[in-house]
Structure formats: structure tokens, C-alpha cells
């Protein structure tokens, strides 16, 4: 009975749709189980790309079920956009999707809170939101006065609850928007939307909690997509840098609603350097040339904002930090090929202090911001990695770098990536992943 979570290691887009891809066909399920549409998560399939943001990146996968379940925040007119896109583009197997009666639903008033709020922060850095109405949205789950799951739009109750939430949303918008940029929101507009987007979506609604939970006794292999990256989990991340979910490996039980007890491995996924989108410290960050040729060489720019991502060297300090947290096994380093014709490579392999040296990840940001990097340097190599169908193919600078940075995070790597495709990714060891079809 394999229940499998892939979980990004560090700030996010670490390839992790990449790495679901290749495993859902070993699995029957695919769940999404936090975050909601803040995710973009990539799926290359021969010559088509996918980019993914509710929808289970299995969605892609025929003959296997997906889940969006209870800790997801959901945009229902972003699941419609998704279903139909992927309609449009001839994947048929929509009809496999099952989406948690409990899961929280997005308002209007929730995207204009997060602009709001992510304007308005105490130090004048801004988190730098992905503007999705995130943030808002578990705010209100957590405070409950204002909070409306799907389960809810069923209901007869659902006018009364967009009425006296669209009234006491404008009063607190009004009060904290300049006069002219408030726009008072229209709860009849609104009702008659989400009535629309509830019957568009009726027969997907399930209560996924229960049929997780029997899927789990069945024996059914089950697929953990972790959303965002454990730097970015809100009790164990960067806070206040973060998003508002729990998307480091402990979050995968309060999301999906399946115990521990059923989860039997926890797949790393790591970029062989880092990258962060929004505001934050991030000690290793190259804001300089290597950052620059970085972005360039790897295409990082957002997939969700299209924001330039910031780059910077692999830390490992934070990476051996979250793959404790997050109980990893094993894992996948991603986009090595990325790192072809640097001039020199550098890990980052402690932090300094106030002159005391650590390899402890610091729990508050300013401490965090004052760290100084200490890094080891490695030789480069020149070759395009793109075309390495295993280990033999990769010159031995990089081979030398993929195991100093499983010494240095004390995990095994179990799978290195050199490109986007699914061919594109070599086996270390046994690894499952060879199974996977190009
Ligand atoms: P996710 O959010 O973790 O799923 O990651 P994103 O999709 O946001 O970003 C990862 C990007 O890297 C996507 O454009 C992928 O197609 C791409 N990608 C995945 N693996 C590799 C790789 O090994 N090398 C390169 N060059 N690109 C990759
Ligand atoms: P995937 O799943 C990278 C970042 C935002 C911002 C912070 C809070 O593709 O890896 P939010 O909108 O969640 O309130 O924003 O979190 N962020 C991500 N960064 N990848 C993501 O998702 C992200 N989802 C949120 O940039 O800094
Ligand atoms: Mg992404």
C-alpha cells in the first residue's frame, strides 16, 4: 500500500510537476491537498507543455483518479478555465476528477484583500504575493465568520452567506482602500456567478475525505502532490515570507485527510541551485551576472506571475533543514542541466552568525537576513547535459557535484533531471522512475 508525496524543498518550482508526471502511472490517485491557485506547476509531454495550477499535474495521466481535496483553497472559475483548456487540448480523462466538498472557495473580496494586505506590511517589504486571494482565503477559513466551502453552494443558505459576507467585505474594503480605487462588490453579481461555477461543477463535488480514506484501507497507491515548497510552509518556513498553507511533507495528512500511517515514502524534489519568487531573505541569492545567467540558462521566470524568479547558489543548510522536516527519503535533483558553462559552482554549506558558525536553519527572518553564506567551491563543466540518458553520459564535474550534494543534505538521490521532458531524467540506483514512459 505506497502512498508517495513529492514535496518541493525549497521556495517553490523545484520541477515538482515534472516528477508527478513521471510517477503517476504507477499510482491509481493523484491528490492536491494544499495551496490552490499560487501553483504552476509544468508538465512537458512530447512536443505539448502543460502548466497546471489546481488540477492534479495526474490529470495528464489516463485511468487515473485525481483529487482536489479539503486543505485546497479553491477558484472554481480557475478549475473551469483548467478543465476546459485541457478539453480543448484533447485530454479526455477530466471526467476522473473528484474535488472535496470542504474545500475552501475564493471570493472576489478575497482578491482584493490580498492586494490590500500584500501592500500594507509593517517593514515595507511586501511578501509579493502570487495575488491569488490565498492568504485571504485561509484567513477566513481559520477565522470562520466569512468562510464558504464548496459544500455550501449547494445549499439554500449560500445566498444569505454571499449577502452578509459581500456587506461586511465592502465596509472593511472601503475603510482600507484610498476613495478611488474601491469598488464596492455586487453580491447579486456574485451569487449568480458561483451558482453558475457550483453547477458547472456538481459532478466532480465528492467528499473526498472518505473516499481517500478508503481508497487508502483498499490497498490504492496514492500520489501526494505537494503545492509551493517547505520554505514556504507558514508554521516552518520563512514566515512571514510564506504562503498560508502547510506545504512542507507535514502537511500532507491535515490537507488530504489521510493518516500518516499510509504514507510510506517522501520524495525531495531539489533544484541543483535556488530559486525564490516574492519578497524574503534568501542568503544565497547571486542579484549579479551568475544570477542573471542563471535566470537566462534555466528560464526562470514565473509560471503563475511570469516574475523574473530571484537565483541564487544550492544551500544546502536550508535543504538538509527541510528534508528533515518534511521526513524525506530519497531525492530528485532537478534542472542540472542549468548549471552548464558557469564559470565556477558554489554550494552553500553553513551559515555564519555573528562570527559563530552553523549549519542550524535560523527560525526567525532577521536572523535569517544577517546570516552570512559559507560556500564551497566546485569545478564547473562546459558539455550540455540535455542529452545524458545516465550517469556514464555526465561529465565527472557534475557527477562530483550531485554526490557532494547528497553527502552534504545526508540524503540519497534517487533521480537527477537534465531537461524538461520526461526522457530528459536519469536514474541514480533503482530508482521507479526509470519505469517511466517518454
Ligand atoms: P513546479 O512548480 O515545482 O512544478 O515547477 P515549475 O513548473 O514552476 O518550474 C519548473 C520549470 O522547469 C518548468 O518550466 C519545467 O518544465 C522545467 N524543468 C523541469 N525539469 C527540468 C530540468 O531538469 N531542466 C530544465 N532545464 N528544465 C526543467
Ligand atoms: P509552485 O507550486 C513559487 C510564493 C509567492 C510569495 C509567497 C506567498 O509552483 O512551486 P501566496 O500567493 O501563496 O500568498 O504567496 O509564496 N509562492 C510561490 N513561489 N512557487 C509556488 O508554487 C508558489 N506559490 C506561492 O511568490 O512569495
Ligand atoms: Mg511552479
Known amino acids: 500500500m505506497p502512498g508517495t508525496c513529492i514535496i518541493g524543498l525549497q521556495w517553490g ?3 515538482k510537476g515534472k516528477i508527478v508526471d513521471l510517477l503517476t502511472q504507477q499510482h491509481d490517485i493523484v491528490v492536491r491537498y494544499q495551496g490552490g491557485a499560487n501553483a504552476g506547476h509544468t508538465v512537458v509531454v512530447g512536443d505539448k507543455i502543460y502548466k497546471l495550477s489546481l488540477l492534479p499535474s495526474g490529470v495528464l495521466t489516463s485511468g487515473v483518479t485525481c483529487v482536489i481535496a479539503g486543505g485546497v483553497v479553491f477558484n472554481p472559475a480557475k478549475a473551469i478555465e483548467e478543465l476546459d483548456e485541457l478539453q480543448s487540448r484533447n485530454v479526455e480523462d477530466c471526467d476522473n476528477l473528484k474535488i472535496s466538498d470542504r474545500v475552501h472557495v475564493i471570493f472576489p473580496w478575497h482578491f482584493a484583500e490580498d492586494r490590500v494586505h500584500d501592500s500594507n506590511t509593517s517593514d515595507g517589504e511586501n511578501i509579493g504575493t502570487t495575488q491569488r486571494g490565498i492568504g485571504p482565503c485561509y484567513g477566513d477559513k481559520v477565522g470562520r465568520s466569512y468562510a464558504i466551502r464548496l459544500g455550501d453552494l449547494y445549499r439554500d443558505t449560500f445566498r444569505k452567506q454571499v449577502i452578509h459576507n459581500t456587506k461586511e467585505k465592502n465596509r472593511t474594503l472601503a475603510a482600507l482602500l484610498p476613495k478611488d480605487e474601491f469598488r464596492p462588490l455586487d453580491a447579486d453579481t456574485i451569487f449568480e456567478q458561483y451558482r453558475e461555477y457550483a453547477e458547472r461543477l456538481k ?10 480514506l478508503s481508497a487508502a ?13 517547505a520554505l514556504l510552509d507558514v508554521d516552518h518556513g520563512t514566515y512571514p515570507f510564506v504562503t498560508s498553507s502547510n506545504s512542507s511533507g507535514v502537511g500532507v495528512s491535515n490537507g488530504s485527510g489521510v493518516p500518516a500511517r499510509y504514507i510510506n515514502k517522501v520524495i525531495g524534489i531539489v533544484k541543483a541551485y535556488t530559486t525564490r519568487v516574492g519578497g ?5 541569492e547571486q542579484d549579479n551576472e551568475i544570477g ?4 537566462d540558462q534555466g528560464n526562470e521566470y514565473g509560471t503563475v506571475t511570469k516574475r523574473p524568479r530571484r537565483c541564487g547558489w544550492l544551500d544546502t543548510v536550508a535543504v538538509r533543514y527541510t528534508s528533515r522536516l518534511s521526513g524525506v527519503d530519497s531525492i530528485c535533483l532537478m534542472l542540472l542541466d542549468v548549471l552548464s558553462g558557469l564559470e565556477e559552482l558554489k554550494i552553500c554549506t553553513a551559515y ?9 536553519f535560523p527560525s526567525h527572518i532577521d536572523d535569517l537576513r544577517r546570516v552570512q553564506p559559507i560556500y564551497e567551491t566546485l569545478p564547473s563543466w562546459q558539455e550540455d547535459l540535455t542529452q545524458a540518458q545516465s550517469l556514464d553520459d555526465l561529465p565527472q564535474a557534475a557527477l562530483n557535484y550531485v554526490d557532494r550534494v547528497s553527502q552534504l543534505i545526508g540524503i540519497p538521490i534517487e533521480m537527477v533531471s537534465v531537461g524538461p521532458a520526461r526522457s530528459q531524467t536519469i536514474p541514480v540506483g533503482s530508482s521507479p522512475l526509470v519505469t517511466a514512459t517518454p
Do not use: C, M, N
Open 217 to 229: 484501507e483498499a490497498g490504492k497507491r496514492i500520489l501526494f502532490e505537494g503545492a509551493q515548497g
Open 280 to 284: 524574503g531573505p534568501f542568503p544565497v
Open 292 to 295: 542573471q545567467q542563471i535566470r
Open 203 to 212: 459532478p466532480y463535488v465528492a467528499d473526498t475525505t472518505e473516499y481517500l
Open 352 to 360: 555564519e552568525i555573528d562570527g559563530v558558525q552553523t549549519t542550524t
Open 13 to 15: 518550482d523545484e520541477a
